[in-house]
T-cell receptor, first 113, second 115 residues
Framework: DAKTTQPPSMDCAEGRAANLPCNHS???????VYWYRQIHSQGPQYIIH???NNETNEMASLIITEDRKSSTLILPHATLRDTAVYYC??????????????FGDGTTLTVKP | DGGITQSPKYLFRKEGQNVTLSCEQN?????MYWYRQDPGQGLRLIYY???????QKGDIAEGYSVSREKKESFPLTVTSAQKNPTAFYLC??????????????FGDGTRLSIL
């Protein structure tokens, strides 16, 4: 499975964009990049995922580099409730090591007033 | 509302005891998973199941057992062979087993402690 590398922590001012980087240099061509976040003592919450193209939903935007070796999660207007641990993971392709995906230690994002 | 229910929220185990953590989903998902999380760390896969009556070991299966007798239920038993069971346990499910294009949905976890 492709592994991911994220900075351990980041700060962001409330109302500003939060840009969270992730390195996945060993990703294979048919593996998706996923982002989840976990607020203390709760289960992870799905945010967004993508394969090659940039993606946007009501929560965030995902920018994937052309070589797919890295990506950035963008929270356009961070609020205090966005303070959480953010995980970038790679999901294996269909029927290959089905179900296995590695969650690293993530990035702790702290949104400050 | 559809979702994943884990119970109990907190569980205490005596030395040498087996305990079973419950996970139920009403999302009609085929695949279910169990993860372990230690303080300040990410999630590690214990077991996963793609279909009823079938399951596979994850990265840290030793000391754990599972069953999948029903599509909606995937209980995890922490046996006495697991020497360091104190952790936060998370259950998840997804629509299509092994599909990279399907997000996992997580329960709110069970926190297990040793008395």
């Amino acid at each position: 499975d492709a592994k991911t590398t994220q900075p351990p922590s980041m700060d962001c001012a409330e109302g500003r964009a939060a840009n969270l980087p992730c390195n996945h240099s060993t990703i294979s061509g048919n593996e998706y990049v996923y982002w989840y976040r976990q607020i203390h003592s709760q289960g992870p919450q799905y945010i967004i995922h993508g394969l090659k193209n940039n993606e946007t939903n009501e929560m965030a935007s995902l920018i994937i580099t052309e070589d797919r070796k890295s990506s950035t999660l963008i929270l356009p207007h961070a609020t205090l409730r966005d303070t959480a641990v953010y995980y970038c993971i790679v999901r294996p392709a269909l029927n290959t090591n089905a179900g296995k995906s590695t969650f690293g230690d993530g990035t702790t994002l702290t949104v400050k007033p | 509302d559809g979702g994943i229910t884990q119970s109990p929220k907190y569980l205490f185990r005596k030395e040498g005891q087996n305990v079973t953590l419950s996970c139920e989903q009403n999302l009609n998902h085929d695949a279910m998973y169990w993860y372990r999380q230690d303080p300040g760390q990410g999630l590690r896969l214990i077991y996963y199941s793609q279909i009823v009556n079938d399951f596979q070991k994850g990265d840290i299966a030793e000391g754990y057992s599972v069953s999948r007798e029903k599509k909606e239920s995937f209980p995890l038993t922490v046996t006495s062979a697991q020497k360091n069971p104190t952790a936060f346990y998370l259950c998840a499910s997804s629509i299509i087993p092994g599909s990279g294009d399907q997000p996992q949905h997580f329960g709110d976890g069970t926190r297990l402690s040793i008395l």
